[in-house]
């Protein structure tokens, strides 16, 4: 799915090309609500509660655009935006509605909302207004001009809440409908809006009043995700603490001899590590290892005691066959014991074990289409999506 700025229109370029000017200048497609939702600060029940609220601009979109077929005087020219209506109206396919599929959206969530019993926010009822206002009070241009910027903005700013939805693992991504489809067809869309209005951008008259229509259908848009992100953030502040982020923090071994263990991985395999009496804490990039006496840890735990090394293993994730070799014998090198040689794994990657000097098992692997994030955090390929905070 796109997330950048679309390629300019042939067909109506210098609308096109205003209109991305005034998106760039405004940051509609880079607005708070997205940047908090890819960054995890949303929680899924605060982002289902403010999309339960934007299927009212799904469903009403289609109004004010039928409004404008209307009152388009030459009939050739409606049939681009006439058009776009059947398409919100799948093609005369009741399943495919665009309200409907994002009905199916919200669903995919999981416990979807009552939609017919909520309370419209403020937010969409002044975004629904002000697009019906421009598309049957004002002058046709801006009406039209409004209308084809929101389907341009909304071509990145699907691709980029379905890539968010996808990444945080509340919708699998052959699961995703909706904003899948809109990221591929609203550039289009907008395009059908521009050319009805491209051959009137040389008359001064009607470009004032087609930059207008930019100008309110982004500044409306905005405020709509302004609202909908005061609103989710405020949300999400007010959920209990006791909330589970999706995240691990630190993975403690428990060692019967902590400073044979602190030497093996701080100076054997290079490891930053700061210690704090008998225990230490490794500097791993992500999730951090900690090294922690047995009986200590099963104090701790409040366990008699723990079960013995090997009972879990520990994964380095390598970016090639060669590379798996390598540090297999680093670790060998460094006072560890080779377990497994690097094989062809049943899973189809490549992979071989070693154990640390207590015993611990790790595994490096390889896998084809292993994606890592800029400091070697594993982000995706066969085993997952990337996660959500990056």
């Keep these: ?169 509340w919708v699998a991504e052959d699961q995703l409908v909706h904003y899948k489809l809109h990221a591929e067809i609203d550039e289009r869309h907008a395009e059908e809006f521009y050319r009805v209005i491209e051959p009137g951008y040389a008359d001064e008259s009607r470009r004032y009043a087609i930059e207008q229509g930019l100008e309110l259908g982004a500044y409306c848009f905005g405020q709509l995700y302004a609202g909908l992100w005061r609103r989710a953030r405020a949300a999400t502040a007010a959920e209990p603490a006791t909330r589970f982020e999706p995240r691990i923090s630190i993975l403690t071994l428990a060692v019967d001899d902590p400073a044979a263990e602190l030497a093996f991985y701080r100076e054997g395999l290079g490891w930053p590590a700061s210690t704090q009496g008998d225990w230490a804490m490794l500097h791993t990039r992500g999730v951090r290892l900690a090294l922690f006496p047995r009986a200590a840890l099963a104090k701790d735990a409040g366990r008699a005691d723990l079960p013995p090394a090997g009972a879990v293993t520990l994964a380095y994730n390598a970016r090639s066959e060669d590379e798996v070799d390598a540090l297999l014998a680093r670790a060998v090198e460094a006072g560890g014991a080779l377990v497994k040689p690097a094989q062809t794994a049943d899973w189809g990657g490549y992979s071989g074990y070693f154990a640390d000097p207590e015993g611990h098992l790790w595994e490096v692997a390889w896998g084809e289409g292993w994606q890592f994030g800029p400091t070697g955090e594993l982000w995706g390929g066969p085993l997952g999506p990337p996660p959500g905070p990056r």
Aim: glycine residues 6%; negative net charge; aromatic residues 8%.
């Design 1 to 169: 799915m796109k997330v950048q700025g679309a390629e300019p229109s042939e067909r109506a370029p210098q609308v096109w090309a205003k209109a991305d000017e005034v998106l760039e200048r405004t940051g509609l497609r880079d607005n708070a609500y997205l940047r908090a939702l890819a960054a995890g600060e949303l929680s899924l029940p605060a982002f289902r509660a403010s999309q339960a609220q934007f299927y009212f601009a799904v469903e009403f979109f289609s109004r004010p655009m039928a409004a404008l077929v209307a009152r388009i005087p030459d009939p050739r020219a409606r049939l681009d935006i006439l058009h776009n209506v059947v398409e919100e109206h799948g093609d005369f396919e009741r399943g495919r509605f665009h309200e409907t599929t994002f009905r199916a959206f919200l669903e995919s969530l999981g416990d979807p909302p009552a939609l017919d019993e909520l309370v419209l926010w403020p937010e969409l009822r002044a975004f629904n207004a002000v697009i019906a206002a421009a598309c049957i009070h004002d002058e046709l241009d801006v009406g039209i001009a409004c209308m084809g910027i929101v389907e341009h903005a909304f071509a990145t700013i699907s691709a980029k809440i379905g890539r968010a939805v996808v990444d945080h693992g």
